[in-house]
C-alpha cells in the first residue's frame, strides 16, 4: 500500500548531521520530507486552492454605535509582517509563508527515548485547516549543562533545520515557480514569520546578529566566548538568517502555553497561592476549591486541585479560568487588614493577570481591544510590584524573586498580535497535541530499536488511510445528496424542537399540570404554576398584539399537558469573532449523580438581566406550541459596588425569591453564576469561561453604569 500512495504524499528522507565535539567526528540522523515537495503538494492541491490568501490583506469594521471604521487583526495575513515583507517583493511575486515549531518530547514513560518533532504549517491557509515532522540530540550522562556539549546540541539543531530548508535555500534570489491548484502559476518566496516554540528551543533558535559580529571581530577565543557568555549566547551560526525575507527574531513568538499557563501560571502564581494558603492555615479554601469547582461545558472538572501537582499546561490553562473561584472563595479569607494583606494583594494580582490572559486569548483583535489589551497588561505589571514590595516586607531574604524571563516575555504580546495575528497562529497547543500520537505510535508500534523509522511508517500509514477516507467522501458528495442528507439525519435524530436561536433535547414523557406540581411541590417556584403561566401567556399576547384565543384571558386546566426538556443549545453572535456559536445548557434534576440547573442572561429593555433555569417546556395555546422557561431571577445589589469588588473584578448578583415564566426566544446566552460564600444570596458572574462573557461583561457593566 505504502508503495502505491507513494506519488499522493511527501516521503521521509533519512539523512546525516554531522558535527564537531572533543576533536571526534559524531553522527546524528535526521529523518525529514523535502520541504520543498511539501509546499508543491500544498499548493497544488485542488481542494486547497480556494482556501489559500496569496496577498496580505488588512481588514476594517464598521461600528454602527460609535459609527467608526476599526481595524482588526485574526490571520498572521491580515497583519503588518506579511504585509511589510510582500511590500518588498517585486511586482508578481507572491509571499508563501511558514510557521515553525520545533521541541523535543519523552516517547518513553521514564524519558530514556525522546523524540524531536519539527512541524512546518503554511500560514496563507487559514488556521483551522493548516497542518504539518523531525532535530534533536539526547544528553548523554556525565555532558548534561556543560559549554561545549550544550554548544555541540546547538550546532546540531541549526545544522538540522540547515538541512530541513536546503531544498529552498536554492531559490533564495530567485523565488519558486509553482503551478497551484487553480491552474495558477505563480511566483512564491517562501518565508518563515513565526517561529513557534518554547523559551528553551527559542534561545536555541536565534543568536543576536549585532553580538554575534562583535564576538566574531575578537582576538582570541577567550574574549569570544567571554562577549557571548554575558549575553547566554552560542557560537552557532544561524540556519534562519540564510532565508530570503525571514528575520528570526522577528520571527519569535509569544507562547501562552508555556509563557502563561504552565509558565508564569503554572510554575509560579498558582505555587504561591499554594504557599499562601499555607502561611494561613485555614483549611476551608481548599475545601471549598475540592468541593466546589463549578460545572461547565468548556471547563476541565477537576476533583482535586490544591494538593496535585500538573505537568500538563492544558491543565494549569483550566485551573486558571476556574481560578476565578480562587478569588471568588477565598476573597473574604484574604482582606486588606495587616494578616493577611499579602494573600489580599495576591488575589488583586491574580485577577489583574487573568485580565490580561483573556485578552491574550482573543480569537480576533481590533485596535480597541488592542488598546485595553496593553491597559490590562500595564496594570498587570503595576500590582506585580506592589505584590513583590509587600511581599518583601513580609518575607525579607525569604521573599520570591520574581525576577525570571517568563515574568517578561508576555509585554510583547500585543506586539506580535500586530504583527502576526492572533496568540492562536502561534500558540504551541496545537502542535503539541501531535506529541500524543508519537508516543502512543512508540509504546504500541514500535520494538522500541530504530524507532524513527517506525513511527515515520506507522504515520504514513495513517496518512494513507485518511487519504483514502477523504476520496471516497468527496466521491459521495460529487454523486449523490443522499449520504449528505443522511448525514443531516444522524446530526439532528436528537433533537426535538429547532429554530434558528435554540435547540431544545432531552425531551422527557408529557406529563398533567397536576403532576408537574406534585413532582415540585416542596419548591415554592412550582406553587399554582398553571395560574402563573396562564397570566405570563395573557400578558405577553398583549404586548405583542396577538389575539387571545376567544378573546379571553389564557387559562390552563389541572388536565392540561406540559413536556419537559432537559437539554438546551442556545445560538448567538460572538461579540469576539461575530460569528455563530453556541452555549448547551443543562435544566436537570440528576446529571451525572448531580442537580445541574445552568444560568442564563436574559434579553430585556433597557438592560439585560440573570436568571436560573428551574424548567424548560412546551405547552399547546389553541394547538400552537409555546416554548417556554420557568425561571428565578436575580438583581444587581442596591448601591455603588465595593472597593473590594471593584479589585478583584466582581460581577455581583443577588438571589432574589421572585419566580417568572419567559419564553425561550428571549434567552440570550448561558453565564456561570458561583454563589459568594461570605455573602448569603449573593452570587458573582464567572466572566472568565471563555473571551465572549468577557467581552459582553465589560459591555454590561458599562451600560448599567450609562443609567
Request: aromatic share 12%.
Amino acid at each position: 500500500m505504502r508503495g502505491c500512495t507513494g506519488a499522493y504524499w511527501v516521503p521521509f528522507k533519512q539523512h546525516t548531521i554531522t558535527a564537531d565535539y572533543k576533536g571526534e567526528q559524531h553522527e546524528y540522523t535526521l529523518y525529514c520530507c523535502n520541504v520543498e515537495d511539501y509546499l508543491t503538494d500544498i499548493v497544488c492541491n485542488p481542494y486547497l486552492a480556494a482556501h489559500i490568501n496569496w496577498d496580505a490583506y488588512r481588514f476594517w469594521r464598521y461600528f454602527k454605535p460609535t459609527q467608526q471604521w476599526v481595524e482588526f487583526f485574526d490571520e498572521p495575513l491580515s497583519a503588518r509582517a506579511v504585509w511589510r515583507i510582500q511590500s518588498t517583493l517585486p511586482d508578481g511575486q507572491k509571499p508563501l509563508c511558514l510557521s515553525v515549531y520545533a521541541d523535543k518530547t519523552k516517547l518513553s514513560t521514564f524519558g530514556t527515548t525522546k523524540g524531536y518533532p519539527v512541524i512546518m504549517r503554511c500560514t496563507n491557509l487559514p488556521r483551522y485547516i493548516r497542518n504539518g515532522e523531525g532535530p534533536g540530540l539526547d544528553e548523554e550522562a556525565g555532558e548534561k549543562n556543560k559549554i561545549g556539549f550544550v554548544n555541540l546540541k546547538r550546532v546540531v539543531w541549526h545544522k538540522s533545520f540547515c538541512k530541513i530548508f536546503e531544498p529552498i535555500y536554492l531559490h533564495l534570489h530567485t523565488g519558486m515557480w509553482m503551478a497551484c491548484g487553480d491552474q495558477v502559476n505563480r511566483w512564491t518566496c517562501p518565508c518563515v514569520i513565526i517561529l513557534s516554540a518554547d523559551y528553551e528551543e527559542q534561545c536555541t533558535g536565534t543568536n543576536v546578529a549585532e553580538i554575534m559580529a562583535q564576538a566574531l571581530n575578537t582576538r582570541t577565543k577567550r574574549e569570544w566566548e567571554e562577549i557571548l557568555k554575558k549575553y547566554s549566547l552560542r557560537p552557532v551560526e544561524n540556519a534562519f538568517l540564510e532565508l530570503a525575507h525571514t528575520d528570526p527574531y522577528e520571527a519569535l513568538s509569544f507562547d501562552r502555553l508555556y509563557a502563561f499557563d504552565s509558565g508564569l501560571w503554572g510554575h509560579h502564581y498558582w505555587k504561591e497561592f499554594q504557599v499562601q494558603v499555607d502561611r494561613l492555615g485555614d483549611g476551608k479554601i481548599k475545601t471549598l476549591l475540592n468541593k466546589h469547582i463549578p460545572r461547565w461545558s468548556s471547563l476541565h472538572h477537576f476533583k482535586e486541585v490544591m494538593e496535585v501537582h500538573f505537568s500538563d499546561g492544558s491543565k494549569h490553562a483550566d485551573i486558571c479560568k476556574t481560578s476565578q473561584n480562587v478569588i471568588f472563595f477565598s476573597h473574604n479569607m484574604c482582606t486588606p487588614d495587616a494578616k493577611t494583606s499579602l494573600p489580599y494583594e495576591l488575589l488583586r494580582l491574580f485577577r489583574a493577570y487573568q485580565e490580561e490572559y483573556m485578552y491574550t486569548d482573543f480569537e480576533v483583535h481590533t485596535a480597541w481591544t488592542m488598546e485595553n489589551g496593553r491597559t490590562t497588561q500595564a496594570t498587570h505589571g503595576e500590582w506585580l510590584k506592589a505584590y513583590e514590595s509587600l511581599a518583601e516586607e513580609w518575607q525579607g531574604d525569604a521573599k520570591k524573586s520574581w525576577n525570571f524571563p517568563k515574568a517578561h516575555t508576555h509585554m510583547h504580546v500585543f506586539d506580535n498580535i500586530e504583527a502576526k495575528g492572533v496568540t492562536a497562529n502561534y500558540n504551541t497547543k496545537p502542535n503539541e497535541k501531535m506529541h500524543g500520537p508519537i508516543k502512543r505510535t512508540y509504546q504500541l508500534r514500535t520494538n522500541y530499536r530504530n524507532v524513527a523509522s517506525q513511527i515515520l511508517a506507522v504515520d504514513h500509514d495513517f496518512y494513507v488511510a485518511g487519504h483514502i477516507y477523504d476520496e471516497l467522501d468527496r466521491l459521495d458528495e460529487a454523486h449523490s445528496e443522499a449520504a449528505q442528507a443522511a448525514s443531516e439525519a444522524r446530526t439532528t435524530e436528537c433533537e426535538d424542537i429547532s429554530n434558528g436561536h435554540f435547540l431544545l433535547g432531552a425531551k422527557q414523557p408529557r406529563c398533567t399540570m397536576e403532576s408537574l406540581e406534585k413532582a415540585h411541590q416542596n419548591e415554592p417556584a412550582f406553587k399554582n404554576f398553571a395560574s402563573q403561566l396562564g397570566r405570563f401567556l395573557t400578558s405577553a399576547y398583549k404586548m405583542h398584539k396577538i389575539p387571545l384565543p376567544d378573546g379571553k384571558s389564557i387559562k390552563f386546566s389541572r388536565d392540561s399537558y406540559v413536556t419537559e426538556y432537559r437539554l438546551i443549545r442556545i445560538n448567538y453572535e460572538s461579540m469576539v469573532m461575530w460569528r455563530q456559536l453556541a452555549d448547551i445548557l443543562r435544566c436537570n434534576p440528576m446529571f451525572f449523580g448531580e442537580p445541574r440547573y445552568d444560568c442564563v442572561m436574559i434579553k430585556a429593555d433597557p438592560y439585560n438581566y440573570f436568571g436560573r433555569l428551574l424548567l424548560m417546556f412546551t405547552c399547546q395555546v389553541d394547538g400552537q406550541p409555546q416554548l417556554l422557561a420557568l425561571i428565578q431571577s436575580y438583581t444587581r445589589p442596591i448601591g455603588p459596588p465595593t472597593q473590594k469588588d471593584i479589585n478583584l473584578g466582581f460581577y455581583r448578583l443577588h438571589e432574589t425569591p421572585r419566580t417568572e415564566c419567559i419564553s425561550l426566544h428571549s434567552l440570550h446566552h448561558g453565564v456561570l453564576l458561583i454563589p459568594d460564600f461570605a455573602e448569603k444570596g449573593d452570587f458573582l458572574v464567572h466572566d472568565l469561561v471563555d473571551t465572549d462573557i468577557f467581552l459582553r461583561m465589560k459591555e454590561w457593566k458599562q451600560t448599567l453604569e450609562a443609567h
